[in-house]
């Protein structure tokens, strides 16, 4: 199995900056994409940002300019760095992975617990 573990969450104040981190671990032989979603309340998840193994990124019109997705390949690890936060930032953030588990050319997604921000003074 694999697990993505999610660190990072928090209240900040708008205009305030928090870094997420999610690590994936198990069974790996390679992971294609990571990314963060987020779901508020009452709202669908969305995607904010996403990473290729190669690093091509792509992010919510949303969040353009003010966040950072980023990748360890090494560690397993994806990254999203949240500078000028806002309070409709507020959601929960989830982790995501589509994660290949052996030399089949198999592909499975998995996702993280969830981990809260809130923006708010």
């Known amino acids: 199995q694999v697990q993505l573990v999610e660190s990072g969450g928090g209240l900040v104040q708008p205009g305030g900056s928090l870094r997420l981190s999610c690590a994936a671990s198990?069974?790996?032989?390679?992971?294609?994409?990571m990314g963060w979603y987020r779901q508020a309340p009452g709202k669908q998840r969305e995607l904010v940002a996403a990473?290729?193994?190669?690093?091509?990124?792509n992010y919510a019109d949303s969040v353009k300019g003010r966040f950072t997705i980023s990748r360890d390949n090494g560690k397993n690890t994806v990254y999203l760095q949240m500078n000028s936060l806002k309070p409709e930032d507020t959601a929960v953030y989830y982790c995501?992975?589509?994660?290949?588990?052996?030399?089949?050319?198999?592909?499975?997604?998995?996702w993280g617990q969830g981990t809260q921000v809130t923006v708010s003074s």
């Open positions: 995501n992975a589509a994660v290949q588990r052996s030399w089949r050319p198999l592909v499975d997604d998995y």
């Open positions: 198990g069974s790996i032989f390679s992971i294609n994409a």
């Open positions: 990473i290729t193994s190669g690093g091509s990124t």
